[in-house]
């Protein structure tokens, strides 16, 4: 039997993340584990992330924007992430729970731990058979593994992306309030100026 998991390996030599990704695809091609989808990834030191070109390998007629790592990538990256401050690598602690099963720590936040600022790491999703395999094969180049179950991370994702929507329709709701009450006030500046001309009249 096989868990299906989200890993995020940290390395401090880009190198060794391609070296690490290219065992993993030989791994995937032994049947050792299954790869449904992995990538590296990057983390300039403004905190932004980037799948860099020829950095990835899917399984079937996937692509990465359209699997879980794609997704995941793009909220941690995105304003998603900003919102809650994975993009520079730190969860913002208290502004949103986005915990499940009283985990200590979001799945989201650590993976986003594991792609440090100026660093390189792995993510995959995959279907293991023995977590052995991915830990030998990573450790062998100076990698250290992250795994949660990906059912996990997607319900993360979709609690991020739900607390996203509330903080956007808040945001709106403020700007919109904002606007009324700057037309109410020229208004009353416009009517009082009217008023001093026809006083002066």
């Known amino acids: 039997m096989s868990e299906h998991n989200v890993i995020a390996v ?5 190198s060794n993340a391609y070296q690490a990704l290219s065992e993993l695809k030989g791994a995937a ?4 584990v299954d790869v449904l989808a992995a990538s590296i ?11 860099p070109e020829g950095g990835d390998t899917l399984g079937g007629a996937a692509t990465l924007g359209g699997s879980l790592i794609g997704l995941m990538i793009g909220v941690i990256g995105g304003p998603i992430g900003m919102l809650f401050g994975w993009t520079g690598g730190l969860l913002v602690g208290g502004a949103f729970d986005i915990r499940r099963a009283g985990d200590s720590e979001s799945a989201l936040g650590e993976i986003s731990r594991y792609i440090p600022l100026g660093g390189t790491a792995v993510v995959a ?4 058979y023995a977590a052995e395999v991915v830990d030998r094969l990573m450790a062998e180049q100076g990698g250290t593994v992250y795994r949660r179950p990906a059912d996990v991370v997607l319900a993360e994702l979709e609690a991020a992306e739900d607390a996203y929507g509330k903080a956007q329709k808040e945001a709106d709701r403020v700007a919109r309030e ?8 020229n208004a009353e500046e416009r009517m009082a100026a009217l008023k001093e001309k026809l006083d002066a009249a």
């Open 125 to 128: 999703e995959v279907n293991e």
């Open 29 to 32: 091609l032994e049947g050792r």
């Open 178 to 185: 904002e606007r009324k009450a700057e037309r109410r006030q």
């Open 10 to 14: 940290s390395f401090h030599d880009r």
């Open 41 to 51: 990834v990057t983390r300039d030191e403004q905190g932004r992330l980037d799948a």
